[in-house]
């Protein structure tokens, strides 16, 4: 079996889709399968939101434009170059697609793979369904998250807006047309299927966490303790992007609660983005400037240290269609690794954590909900072990790669089938 994956970015980059589409194609290498790799005009043109260059943690976008070919970490990417519209507000989103269906049919024709597998967003499922369509190659189409969903929190969109409405309907015109369907959570599943998708066309496949990537945590970086003024406190931690779904303003908010409950406590946040400067004038205004550590951007290398010193991560997410969908990867990363796991309770969470047994919920949106969960788990330790031993367990038993790997083997087999049975009609042209 040979997939041929089509990705928006790839690594080097870094951000939670390059790391779950390397985690996949890796996972796939060690089971025997073989992979090869494109990536739309987006990777080259260094439009990536929320991407990383290597090296950095939540930092910013790639620079130059990238060559039609890079080796990276074992792996070899087939890139796409930007075409004449890539400048071009609303043509550039096109753009993407008339570019890369033919760079797809290209690699295709050299690696003459078994399966198409596009990965979010909707415009890499339309060069999908593209090339695959003239070269007579099934095409599975797997959901990460909803790009409009994100959009409305970014401010790029509005909520039933025309792009929004537009971006939905392409959405869903390649759901309805891919020959298999893999989403990365049962939120995500159920909406697949009331778009009018079969329930049998659509796979979940978790993410997941590699725990040899993510090893528990020893004791806290001494000299990382001492130049941040954080010894002998109680530590609660966000490493990420910050964007406003995260629900960070709540967690600054409910810090004034938690401090009256459990003074040594401080807040250490990691990272960068569109709330930052709004983050540190909401801490300005609160008076707790001197209770919180902003980090900024570290170098990705570091992101263990800075960890080894939370005694736990606080997830706040605000309840909006994109947390109510889908699950993020950074819950799973903080049990493999032995810390407790605070959360919001929308249904991406739900679908992670069980309370009190892998982590804890509080009701989201709740500052003070937020306060009493946060100042009651940090009160009590003997609790606190026995959820760090369970989440570890759950990611080692349910949550690792190779488990949710394994089920792309059925999906494979069934576009196989739908496809039917013969040789590939005759090419034709991509136009």
């Avoid at 049998?200 to 990537?213: G, K, L, M, S, W």
């Amino acid at each position: 079996m040979k997939i041929l994956h089509v990705f928006d970015h790839s690594i080097p980059l870094h951000s939670g889709y390059t790391f779950r589409s390397r985690a996949i194609v890796n996972t796939q290498r060690e089971l025997g399968w073989q992979t090869a790799h494109v990536t739309s005009a987006k990777h080259a043109a260094g439009a990536v939101p929320g991407a990383a260059a290597k090296g950095d943690a939540a930092g910013a976008n790639a620079g130059s434009a990238a060559p039609l070919q890079e080796f990276v970490d074992g792996l070899v990417f087939h890139r796409t170059h930007p075409g004449a519209l890539a400048q071009v507000p609303v043509l550039n989103q096109w753009d993407v697609v008339r570019t890369l269906a033919p760079r797809i049919a290209q690699v295709a024709r050299a690696e003459r793979p078994d399966i198409l597998h596009a990965h979010s967003p909707c415009l890499n499922g339309l060069a999908a369904l593209k090339a695959g369509r003239a070269l007579g190659i099934p095409v599975v189409y797997e959901v990460r998250a909803f790009w409009e969903d994100a959009a409305v929190d970014h401010g790029t969109a509005t909520e039933n807006g025309l792009r929004y409405k537009l971006t939905r309907a392409l959405e869903t015109h390649v759901l309805k047309r891919a020959d298999q369907v893999t989403c990365i959570c049962e939120g995500l599943r159920q909406d697949i299927v009331a778009r009018g998708v079969p329930a049998d066309r659509v796979t979940v496949i978790p993410n997941a966490v590699d725990i040899a990537q993510f090893p528990m945590l020893g004791a806290r970086d001494a000299a990382l303790e001492e130049k941040l003024g954080l010894r002998g406190k109680q530590v609660l931690g966000f490493i990420g992007s910050f964007y406003a779904y995260e629900g960070l303003d709540l967690l600054l908010a409910a810090l004034p609660a938690i401090l009256q409950e459990r003074p040594d406590t401080r807040l250490l946040l990691v990272g960068g983005g569109p709330q930052e400067q709004a983050l540190k004038a909401q801490a300005a205004t609160l008076r707790i400037e001197d209770r919180i550590v902003f980090t900024g951007r570290v170098p990705h290398a570091q992101v263990p240290a800075y960890s080894s010193l939370v005694d736990a991560f606080v997830f706040p997410r605000k309840s909006m269609r994109l947390t109510e969908l889908v699950t993020p990867l950074k819950p799973l990363e903080a049990m493999a690794q032995g810390r407790v796991v605070l959360a919001s309770d929308v249904g991406g969470h739900k679908e992670l954590i069980e309370h009190g047994r892998t982590g804890y919920l509080f009701r989201h949106d709740d500052v003070g909900d937020l306060a009493r969960c946060a100042a009651q788990a940090l009160a009590d330790p003997a609790a606190l072990a026995q959820v760090i031993a369970n989440g570890r367990a759950f990611v080692e038993n349910e949550r690792n790669w190779r488990a949710s790997v394994r089920r792309y083997e059925k999906v494979y087999a069934q576009a196989l089938v739908a496809r039917g049975p013969g040789p590939a009609p005759a090419e034709r042209p991509l136009a």
